[in-house]
């Protein structure tokens, strides 16, 4: 293989992670860090930012750009505990925007953290067993798993993976405790990592695990995909899938979003581990190192072929993958409102748009989850689809948080709004995300409002239809895993994609490109009229578009 | 020892001389010897031309690509003796162009071969019809990705402009792609031999024109006009206001260490409301002292309106026929509790006190900012019981337009002054007192000066109040400062100058002991009584002296002339 990229360069001679970050924590004449540590912080949970409308003034005022950083927590499976929220809480009033998003791997993320607040925030997560390790970076990522607890009698089982896989495939380095929370520095060399070496992986890596029937966390999308099979209520293994992802780069034809294909079954907790160890150990050797842009598991697997690329796997394992088991999901989406556990708790899951966590007029959500974490009942779990859900509810303490859910408005909104509303997505795009072309989430909800009344003059306002955006073709709302997708090409402009499933087992395909507001209505309502008027029985809208040949 | 013409005069001056007069030319001449060294030699100093060839490096960066490059070549022709300027163009005056005399250019091009955001306004101008740059030398080197289709486009455009307005183009541009640096090694070493070569043939240029000066070396009146105005500080509100003023002032003599007075004129606002109060023609001639103008021109620049003395107030009183507690008031109050009834307009201005000139630290350096002054002023507030009320000077100056004009003088601060160029200097100047510590490392940057320095500084607040952190910065990368100590206590309580030098004690006490010079400025109650007791604390932690000792170690620095103040 060619040159390596200046990134791998710097993973290489970072000492597993620590590279000069103390020193540009000390550096006291600048808010940033510097400039090979700001790839290396990626791979401790942050990334450094800058206010972009600031900039100009700033210089004239002879100051530095108004750096921040985005901190993204590890949650496995999306589970936070009442105490945790607390301290969350605390500290995001205390050293950040105040808003705590919820992101679509679901995760919890704060932003506009100054330099010197770092160590302080990162002390306050330690503190209530919170960490930020590994949540960006060329490292295996949060790992997502189905979040709702009412869905199967074996989520605790699965649940449990989530947390398992996440800690397998953790950096073995302390340069984060070292740097971060003060703990005395190694003496000797650098720690060996058997999975990470120096090198680490050649891009980002995620993993996903679904319990059917319902595909919440779009498993295809992940690098990794684990498909829970359950028979006659008892976990039987799982379905391994691999090289899923969906970024790609407007006119670079050589990048594209990909599903993740299946490469069979494996029948023990230990094969199963095994497994998604050895997919990332064929990565790390296999994986392009010179262009970031061909960097992916998914280009990796499609080099080697598939059949190459299992072979390779099964030589790391030691091992043979069973064939695929049969699996059938049957929706793609959070269940709003109150349900029962299958261990007779309650829970209840409330939408939150764009997974914005700040009070605002349509539900004082911040507050409401405040109290409630505050009654030390119950669990957080944050959904793929940037919602929360309030689990874990005894009978006797159900109408207590009844009250809290009503008080706040929050019952209210998540009965009141549209089902396609609570099934769309947007990414985080401007103002902080630097690659964003086009707006998304500060966006999204103006647009739902004008596509809510078409609906409705097509009689369509009860159909459950995925409608995604991103700002930019990475994808970070899989909006290319969407029944309608718009892709940001330029400020205000979008392509408009249809003809994925319902499912999250086709991706969309492009139907008219570089579009504003008015052109996406348009295209829109002759979709929504065709389809009121043709649409055969419980034919979704993504299926509707390849019938009837829109794209 | 003496020449002979020195000893010839001093024979002459000897012969017939009286014992008393003897005796006072001993006391005159002990007196001489000991003032510091340093007096002597800076005196020459503002004059004197630097040693090293102008050198300008601007970038235009949106990656920091460019950024990194531009302070590599300053620091490396910065050891070559070149006195180099170092500016990220949206901080670069674009006026300075035309008094350019060497100019490297480092400018990257973005996706559909635009110019970096912070570079936008740069390009703009230099496309504008006619403009001309005859005596510029310049070269430029372009960054890019040769995978987009407009590759270096936005450097090829700065070098073909720069070409059009008539300045000579010392290399052709260079485009380098993702791998950059061999390349901008190699340009920069041409440009440089290219540029060694043309200084030899050129003449030394004169700095600064003397003529003011000869006339009447004191309180001479300049007129200046701001060249640009803008609050340092980046708050929300406006409830501080930390202006950094650029004057005009063309052949004004100055050292770093001076300061400039001013007279402030009255806020119109205030003069008007006098004017409403009393219903009169303000374009009344009147006299005031040996000047005649209209009552406006005279209320807004001449006489003192606010917190009149008490002795102004009695006056007042007695002119009025009534009775008036002798307390501070504004002209406008006292016209309101106690209208004036008998009183003329012209005895009511001959009761008021002239405007008194306000002193203010000159915070540029006559080599490194010719032509110009610049000023810190903090604009002083304070509450009243009626709102909020402001220093007329400070608000006169923070309030001033760009272009407008004003007059001043040059205090000239013979006691406070840059030490000889080898020496070690430490600097400390908190708040508005970054004013003569800017001064003093811009003229040691760009004459070339070998001693090291040491900034002590801060403000309230890091991200918002940090006064000139991005000059620091490029002090810091081109060397110039050898360490930088902050304190913002606003961020946090424990972190002040005081406690900052104790954390430094070690290396600050070292540095003093070898020799270097301390020299402090800003605020004088409480900042500057700390901060000679954190040096008096120093020298008790670090050179164990007891708490009278270390009194008397800091006045010997200061009899010795090596701690140097200027407070106010």
């Given at each position: 293989?060619?040159?390596?990229?200046?990134?791998?360069?710097?993973k290489?001679k970072?000492?597993?992670?620590?590279?000069?970050?103390?020193?540009?924590l000390?550096?006291?004449?600048?808010g940033?860090?510097?400039?090979?540590?700001?790839?290396?912080?990626?791979?401790?949970?942050m990334?450094q930012q800058?206010?972009?409308?600031?900039?100009?003034?700033r210089a004239?005022?002879?100051?530095?750009?108004?750096y921040?950083?985005?901190?993204?927590?590890?949650?496995?499976g999306?589970?936070?505990?009442?105490?945790?929220?607390?301290?969350?809480?605390?500290?995001?009033?205390?050293?950040?925007?105040?808003?705590?998003?919820?992101?679509?791997?679901?995760?919890?993320?704060?932003?506009?953290?100054?330099?010197?607040?770092?160590r302080?925030?990162?002390?306050?997560?330690?503190?209530?067993a919170?960490d930020?390790i590994?949540?960006?970076g060329?490292?295996?990522?949060?790992?997502?798993?189905?979040?709702?607890?009412a869905?199967?009698?074996?989520?605790?089982?699965?649940?449990?993976?989530?947390?398992?896989?996440?800690?397998?495939?953790?950096?073995k380095?302390?340069?984060?405790?070292?740097?971060?929370l003060?703990?005395?520095?190694?003496?000797?060399?650098?720690?060996e990592?058997?999975?990470?070496?120096?090198?680490?992986?050649?891009?980002?890596?995620?993993?996903?695990?679904a319990i059917?029937?319902?595909?919440?966390?779009?498993?295809?999308?992940?690098?990794?995909?684990?498909?829970?099979?359950?028979?006659?209520?008892?976990l039987m293994?799982?379905?391994?899938?691999?090289?899923?992802?969906?970024?790609?780069?407007?006119?670079?034809?050589?990048?594209?979003?990909?599903?993740?294909?299946?490469?069979?079954?494996?029948?023990?907790?230990?094969?199963?581990?095994?497994?998604?160890?050895?997919?990332?150990l064929v990565?790390?050797?296999?994986?392009?190192?010179?262009d970031?842009?061909q960097?992916?598991?998914?280009?990796?697997?499609?080099?080697?072929?598939?059949?190459d690329?299992?072979?390779?796997?099964?030589?790391r394992?030691?091992?043979?993958?069973?064939?695929?088991?049969?699996v059938?999901?049957?929706?793609?989406?959070?269940?709003?409102?109150?349900q029962?556990?299958?261990?007779?708790?309650?829970?209840?899951?409330?939408?939150?748009?764009?997974g914005?966590?700040?009070d605002?007029?349509?539900?004082?959500?911040?507050?409401?989850?405040?109290?409630?974490a505050?009654?030390?009942?119950?669990q957080?779990?944050?959904?793929?689809?940037?919602?929360?859900?309030?689990?874990?509810?005894?009978?006797?303490?159900?109408?207590?948080?009844?009250?809290?859910?009503e008080?706040?408005?929050?019952?209210?909104?998540?009965?009141?709004?549209s089902?396609?509303?609570?099934?769309?997505?947007?990414?985080v795009?401007?103002?902080?995300?630097p690659?964003?072309?086009?707006?998304?989430?500060?966006?999204?909800?103006?647009?739902?409002?004008?596509?809510?009344?078409?609906?409705?003059?097509y009689?369509?306002?009860?159909?459950?239809?995925?409608i995604?955006?991103?700002?930019?073709?990475n994808?970070?709302?899989?909006?290319?895993?969407?029944e309608?997708?718009?892709?940001?090409?330029a400020?205000g402009?979008?392509?408009?994609?249809?003809?994925?499933?319902?499912?999250?087992?086709?991706?969309?395909?492009?139907?008219?490109?570089n579009?504003?507001?008015a052109?996406?209505?348009?295209?829109l309502?002759?979709?929504?009229?065709?389809?009121a008027?043709?649409?055969?029985?419980?034919?979704?809208?993504?299926?509707?578009?390849i019938?009837?040949?829109w794209? | 020892m003496?020449?002979?013409?020195?000893?010839?005069?001093?024979?002459?001056l000897?012969?017939?001389?009286?014992?008393?007069?003897l005796?006072?030319?001993?006391g005159?001449?002990?007196?001489?010897?000991?003032?510091?060294?340093?007096?002597?030699?800076?005196?020459?100093?503002?004059?004197k031309?630097?040693?090293?060839?102008?050198?300008?490096?601007?970038?235009?960066?949106?990656?920091?690509?460019?950024?990194?490059?531009a302070?590599?070549?300053?620091a490396?022709?910065?050891?070559?003796?070149?006195?180099?300027?170092?500016a990220?163009?949206?901080?670069?005056?674009?006026?300075?162009?035309?008094?350019?005399?060497?100019?490297?250019?480092?400018?990257?091009?973005?996706?559909?071969?635009?110019?970096?955001?912070?570079?936008q306004?740069?390009?703009?101008?230099?496309?504008q019809?006619?403009?001309?740059?005859?005596?510029?030398?310049?070269?430029?080197?372009?960054l890019?990705?040769?995978?987009?289709p407009?590759?270096?486009?936005?450097?090829?455009d700065?070098?073909?402009?720069l070409?059009?307005?008539?300045?000579?183009?010392?290399?052709?541009?260079c485009?380098?792609?993702v791998?950059?640096?061999?390349d901008a090694?190699?340009?920069?070493?041409?440009a440089?031999d290219?540029?060694?070569?043309?200084?030899?043939?050129?003449t030394?240029k004169?700095i600064?024109?003397?003529?003011?000066?000869?006339?009447?070396?004191?309180k001479i009146?300049?007129?200046?006009?701001v060249?640009?105005?803008?609050?340092?500080?980046?708050?929300?509100?406006?409830?501080?206001?930390?202006q950094?003023l650029?004057?005009?002032?063309?052949?004004?003599a100055?050292?770093?260490g001076?300061?400039?007075?001013?007279?402030?004129?009255?806020?119109?606002?205030a003069?008007?409301?006098?004017?409403?109060?009393?219903?009169?023609?303000?374009?009344?001639?009147?006299?005031?002292?040996?000047?005649?103008?209209?009552?406006?021109?005279?209320?807004?620049t001449q006489?003192?309106?606010?917190?009149?003395?008490?002795?102004v107030?009695?006056r007042?009183?007695?002119?009025?026929?009534?009775?008036?507690?002798?307390v501070?008031?504004?002209?406008?109050?006292?016209?309101?509790?106690?209208p004036?009834?008998?009183?003329?307009w012209q005895?009511?201005?001959?009761?008021?006190?002239?405007?008194?000139?306000r002193?203010?630290?000159?915070?540029s350096?006559?080599?490194?900012?010719?032509?110009?002054?610049h000023?810190?002023?903090e604009?002083?507030?304070?509450?009243l019981?009626?709102?909020?009320?402001?220093?007329?000077?400070?608000?006169?100056?923070?309030e001033?337009?760009?272009?407008?004009r004003?007059?001043?003088?040059?205090?000239?601060n013979?006691?406070?002054r840059l030490?000889?160029?080898?020496?070690?200097?430490?600097?400390?100047?908190?708040?508005?007192g970054?004013?003569?510590?800017?001064?003093?490392?811009?003229?040691?940057?760009?004459?070339?000066?070998?001693?090291?320095?040491?900034?002590f500084?801060?403000?309230?607040?890091?991200?918002?109040?940090?006064?000139?952190?991005?000059?620091?910065?490029a002090?810091?990368?081109?060397g110039?400062?050898q360490?930088?100590?902050?304190?913002?206590?606003?961020?946090?309580p424990l972190?002040?100058?005081?406690?900052?030098?104790?954390?430094?004690?070690?290396?600050?006490?070292?540095w003093?002991?070898?020799g270097?010079y301390i020299?402090?400025?800003?605020e004088?109650n409480?900042?500057?009584?700390?901060?000679?007791?954190?040096?008096?604390?120093?020298?008790?932690?670090?050179?164990h002296?007891?708490?009278a000792?270390?009194?008397?170690?800091?006045?010997?620095?200061?009899?010795?002339?090596r701690?140097?103040?200027?407070?106010?």
């Amino acid at each position: 293989m060619s040159n390596k990229s200046t990134i791998e360069l710097i993973k290489e001679k970072s000492r597993q992670l620590r590279g000069t970050l103390a020193e540009s924590l000390a550096d006291e004449h600048t808010g940033a860090i510097r400039e090979d540590d700001q790839a290396l912080i990626k791979f401790h949970g942050m990334y450094q930012q800058d206010d972009r409308d600031r900039r100009e003034e700033r210089a004239a005022k002879k100051l530095e750009r108004l750096y921040s950083f985005m901190i993204r927590l590890r949650l496995p499976g999306g589970l936070l505990k009442p105490e945790q929220w607390l301290a969350l809480y605390e500290v995001a009033g205390k050293n950040s925007t105040g808003v705590i998003k919820i992101t679509s791997r679901q995760t919890l993320q704060l932003h506009g953290i100054l330099k010197s607040s770092i160590r302080p925030t990162i002390k306050a997560f330690s503190e209530v067993a919170l960490d930020t390790i590994a949540t960006c970076g060329d490292v295996n990522r949060n790992v997502l798993c189905s979040a709702n607890p009412a869905e199967s009698s074996v989520h605790a089982e699965v649940f449990a993976y989530a947390e398992e896989i996440s800690r397998l495939l953790m950096p073995k380095t302390r340069a984060y405790y070292e740097i971060w929370l003060g703990q005395e520095p190694l003496l000797t060399e650098p720690e060996e990592d058997p999975l990470y070496q120096q090198r680490y992986l050649p891009r980002k890596f995620k993993v996903g695990i679904a319990i059917p029937p319902n595909n919440d966390v779009d498993v295809l999308t992940n690098d990794v995909g684990l498909i829970a099979v359950v028979e006659d209520g008892q976990l039987m293994g799982f379905n391994i899938t691999a090289g899923g992802g969906l970024s790609s780069t407007h006119g670079n034809p050589d990048t594209y979003p990909r599903l993740g294909t299946v490469l069979g079954f494996t029948d023990t907790k230990e094969k199963t581990l095994q497994a998604v160890y050895g997919i990332a150990l064929v990565q790390r050797d296999f994986g392009n190192r010179s262009d970031r842009k061909q960097a992916r598991l998914k280009y990796t697997i499609d080099r080697m072929g598939v059949g190459d690329f299992k072979k390779e796997l099964e030589k790391r394992t030691g091992f043979t993958l069973l064939p695929a088991r049969p699996v059938t999901f049957t929706h793609r989406k959070d269940i709003f409102g109150w349900q029962q556990q299958q261990d007779g708790n309650w829970l209840f899951t409330a939408f939150v748009e764009n997974g914005r966590i700040t009070d605002s007029k349509d539900q004082l959500i911040k507050t409401a989850l405040q109290e409630l974490a505050s009654t030390g009942k119950g669990q957080f779990r944050f959904t793929c689809h940037q919602n929360v859900v309030v689990s874990d509810i005894s009978t006797a303490d159900k109408p207590a948080i009844e009250k809290i859910l009503e008080q706040y408005g929050v019952a209210q909104y998540t009965a009141s709004c549209s089902a396609v509303r609570k099934n769309a997505m947007a990414c985080v795009a401007f103002p902080t995300c630097p690659l964003a072309l086009a707006e998304a989430q500060r966006y999204m909800p103006s647009l739902l409002d004008k596509i809510e009344v078409l609906l409705s003059k097509y009689q369509l306002a009860g159909e459950e239809m995925i409608i995604r955006m991103t700002g930019c073709p990475n994808g970070c709302a899989r909006s290319y895993a969407a029944e309608i997708g718009l892709v940001g090409t330029a400020y205000g402009k979008y392509n408009l994609h249809l003809g994925g499933d319902r499912l999250g087992e086709r991706l969309n395909l492009i139907y008219r490109e570089n579009i504003g507001e008015a052109e996406i209505l348009e295209e829109l309502e002759k979709l929504f009229a065709a389809f009121a008027s043709g649409k055969e029985a419980h034919e979704t809208i993504g299926d509707f578009a390849i019938r009837t040949k829109w794209v | 020892m003496l020449e002979e013409p020195k000893h010839q005069l001093l024979t002459n001056l000897l012969s017939g001389i009286t014992r008393e007069e003897l005796i006072w030319i001993n006391g005159y001449i002990a007196g001489i010897i000991q003032q510091p060294e340093t007096e002597n030699k800076t005196v020459e100093d503002p004059v004197k031309p630097a040693t090293g060839n102008k050198l300008t490096i601007v970038y235009g960066t949106e990656t920091g690509n460019s950024r990194k490059l531009a302070s590599e070549f300053a620091a490396k022709a910065k050891k070559l003796a070149y006195q180099v300027k170092l500016a990220s163009l949206d901080q670069y005056r674009l006026s300075d162009l035309s008094r350019e005399q060497n100019l490297l250019v480092v400018i990257s091009t973005q996706g559909d071969g635009e110019p970096p955001v912070a570079a936008q306004k740069f390009y703009d101008h230099i496309h504008q019809d006619g403009f001309q740059l005859p005596a510029l030398k310049y070269a430029v080197l372009a960054l890019g990705d040769s995978s987009y289709p407009l590759f270096c486009k936005t450097g090829e455009d700065v070098d073909i402009q720069l070409g059009k307005s008539g300045a000579q183009r010392i290399l052709p541009v260079c485009k380098c792609d993702v791998e950059y640096e061999g390349d901008a090694a190699v340009w920069f070493q041409q440009a440089l031999d290219l540029l060694s070569k043309a200084a030899v043939l050129s003449t030394p240029k004169q700095i600064i024109s003397q003529t003011a000066s000869t006339v009447k070396p004191n309180k001479i009146l300049y007129e200046g006009s701001v060249l640009s105005t803008v609050n340092l500080l980046d708050r929300k509100g406006k409830e501080r206001v930390i202006q950094h003023l650029e004057l005009l002032a063309e052949g004004v003599a100055y050292a770093p260490g001076d300061s400039i007075g001013i007279v402030p004129e009255n806020a119109s606002a205030a003069v008007q409301r006098i004017i409403d109060l009393l219903q009169v023609d303000p374009e009344t001639t009147v006299r005031f002292r040996e000047d005649e103008g209209t009552l406006r021109q005279i209320l807004t620049t001449q006489v003192q309106i606010q917190y009149l003395h008490e002795r102004v107030v009695a006056r007042y009183a007695a002119l009025v026929g009534q009775d008036i507690p002798a307390v501070k008031m504004d002209l406008l109050q006292l016209l309101q509790l106690y209208p004036p009834t008998h009183a003329t307009w012209q005895e009511l201005i001959d009761l008021l006190p002239a405007q008194s000139p306000r002193i203010y630290t000159i915070a540029s350096s006559p080599v490194a900012h010719p032509d110009e002054i610049h000023l810190t002023v903090e604009q002083d507030r304070f509450p009243l019981e009626t709102g909020i009320g402001y220093g007329c000077g400070s608000k006169y100056l923070t309030e001033l337009s760009e272009q407008s004009r004003l007059s001043f003088f040059v205090q000239k601060n013979k006691r406070f002054r840059l030490p000889a160029p080898d020496r070690d200097c430490i600097f400390i100047g908190p708040g508005t007192g970054i004013a003569a510590c800017r001064s003093f490392i811009s003229e040691r940057e760009a004459t070339g000066a070998t001693g090291k320095n040491w900034l002590f500084t801060g403000e309230e607040n890091f991200a918002t109040d940090f006064l000139y952190q991005t000059e620091i910065q490029a002090w810091l990368s081109t060397g110039t400062l050898q360490k930088l100590s902050l304190a913002f206590p606003g961020d946090d309580p424990l972190n002040t100058i005081w406690t900052r030098m104790q954390a430094d004690a070690v290396e600050l006490f070292k540095w003093i002991e070898a020799g270097a010079y301390i020299l402090l400025s800003g605020e004088k109650n409480p900042m500057s009584v700390q901060v000679m007791a954190a040096l008096e604390q120093v020298a008790v932690t670090q050179g164990h002296f007891d708490t009278a000792n270390a009194a008397s170690w800091l006045e010997a620095l200061r009899a010795e002339g090596r701690f140097l103040k200027d407070v106010y």
